[in-house]
């Protein structure tokens, strides 16, 4: 599949391990976010989302926890399979009509 | 599958040349966005349409237009295209009503190469 960026930090893990990924955000006014995942050659997938009233959100095997204090969002994977090997975006809205606005993202390579 | 659908999903054109990028949304979702993403830009909102409407605009150039028929199917029209041009459209689709979420969801993407 084609590559979505050439540069792009990279986080690689063993398999079974616990993942963390992290996306600093910019605007203070943001009160949702998404985390989406892409696998080489499809389009984003929604992961998991989280309001600004919350600090964090668990899914299954994902977790997001939000600092609106220094504006931090992370994604955490728990026991991380070679599947959830891809890029991961975070997202973030401002202005209640979906505009969302994207982070550079993440690859994640998970070794087996 | 997100029930987003895009076509082509593969265009080589020549630098000059004007290319339509078509997408279907998910049924009963009124509103389309389109996106670009490119190795060292990332995804950056293009445009939004709602249930015929511009609702919103982001980094698209001039040379780009877009619009939403009345079955809600959105088109990307791209010319007086530039090698730079080359990247991934996607289009993704949401309800686009206040109750609905913020969330959107994407399709496959398709991938211009202009040489």
């Known amino acids: 599949g084609e590559s979505v960026g050439l540069h792009l930090p990279t986080l690689s893990v063993q398999e079974g391990d616990n993942s963390i990924i992290n996306c600093a955000y910019s605007?203070?006014?943001?009160?949702?976010f998404i985390w989406y995942k892409q696998e080489s050659g499809k389009g984003p997938q929604f992961i998991i989302d989280i309001r600004s009233n919350m600090d964090k959100r668990q899914g299954q095997r994902v977790t997001v926890l939000l600092n609106k204090t220094v504006k931090h969002l992370s994604l955490q994977i728990a026991a991380t399979q070679p599947g959830d090997s891809a890029v991961y975006f975070c997202?973030?809205?401002?202005?209640?009509?979906?505009?969302?606005?994207f982070g550079k993202g993440t690859m994640l390579l998970v070794s087996p | 599958d997100s029930g987003v659908t895009q076509t082509p999903k593969h265009l080589i054109t020549a630098t000059g040349q004007r290319v339509t990028l078509r997408c279907s949304p998910r049924?009963?979702?009124?509103?389309v966005y389109w996106y670009q993403q490119s190795l060292d830009q990332g995804l950056q909102f293009l445009i939004q349409?709602?249930?015929?409407?511009?609702?919103a605009k982001g980094n698209i150039l001039e040379r780009f237009s877009a619009q939403q028929f009345p079955d809600l199917h959105s088109e990307l029209n791209l010319s007086s295209l530039e090698l730079g041009d080359s990247a991934l459209y996607f289009c993704a689709s949401n309800p686009g009503t206040a109750d609905s979420g913020n969330t959107i969801y994407f399709g496959e993407g398709s991938w211009l190469t202009v040489v």
């Open positions: 997202a973030e809205n401002d202005n209640g009509y979906s505009t969302l606005t």
């Open positions: 349409y709602y249930n015929g409407e511009e609702r």
């Open positions: 605007n203070s006014a943001s009160d949702y």
């Open positions: 049924s009963g979702d009124l509103s």
